[in-house]
């Protein structure tokens, strides 16, 4: 079965620090792997995926993953956090056994950024 | 990408009662998800819904409880039936990229409180 598990619930950087948030994955298939945000009160944003290509994924907004499968992990990373990254970070893995042909999305519990001045 | 709006953004509702939450598209896609984010917690699919067929309820998901209507390609809703306090979240439905089945663009959601 498809699963995540993000290590952290809150995280808490001071500005101008790096920014790691931890993710966990199992999957019985060759993963799909997502980092969203969502800022409070705004929609779900994709950062970045991983399918499969290159280990080390660049998204948006200068934030990074890398995919290493022998520590089934897909930690995301930024050298230096800004004010604006305080959000909640769902890390996500894709479930083939979708409806119709389409592929489930399974989240993980979530983390919480904070970053102070 | 898609651009997906949500009507309520917000409500505040009687226990008991009733809400239809709405889902625009700016395309035609055939295939739209429902999802739930109860507050402090992560995000559960609720439904798939497919333009034209029944939609298929995820398990702990029921269609009397979470009626869904997919009249056609770019519109669909969820009915939150007979509510209670334990219904107070965000509801959420997404898309899946036209390009790439397993990755989905998502609308704002909206922020159901039940009294």
């Known amino acids: 079965a498809q699963s995540v598990t993000q290590l952290d619930s809150h995280v808490s950087v001071s500005e101008g620090t790096p920014v790691l948030l931890r993710c966990n994955y199992s999957s019985s298939y060759s993963p799909s792997l997502f980092w969203y945000v969502q800022h409070p009160n705004k929609g779900l944003q994709l950062l970045l995926k991983?399918?499969?290509?290159?280990?080390l994924v660049k998204g948006i907004n200068g934030f990074e993953a890398e995919f290493k499968k022998s520590e089934t992990s897909f930690h995301l990373t930024k050298p230096s956090a800004h004010m604006s990254d305080a959000a909640e970070y769902f890390c996500v893995v894709s479930d083939p056994r979708g409806s119709g042909g389409y592929n489930k999305l399974i989240f993980g519990a979530g983390t919480r950024l904070a970053v102070h001045p | 990408s898609a651009v997906i709006s949500q009507k309520p953004s917000r409500d505040i509702c009687q226990r008991g009662t009733s809400l239809t939450i709405q889902c625009q598209v700016d395309?035609?896609?055939?295939?739209m998800f429902w999802y739930r984010q109860q507050p402090g917690q992560s995000l559960t699919l609720i439904a798939t819904a497919n333009q034209g067929s029944e939609a298929t309820y995820e398990s702990g998901f029921v269609i009397d409880k979470f009626p869904i209507s997919r009249p056609n390609l770019t519109f669909s809703t969820l009915t939150v039936s007979n509510m209670s306090p334990e219904d107070s979240s965000i509801y959420l439905c997404?898309?899946?990229?036209?390009?790439?089945?397993?990755?989905?663009?998502f609308g704002p959601g909206t922020r159901l409180t039940v009294l």
């Open positions: 997404s898309v899946p990229d036209s390009q790439v089945n397993n990755e989905q663009f």
């Open positions: 395309s035609q896609v055939t295939m």
């Open positions: 991983y399918t499969s290509a290159a280990t």
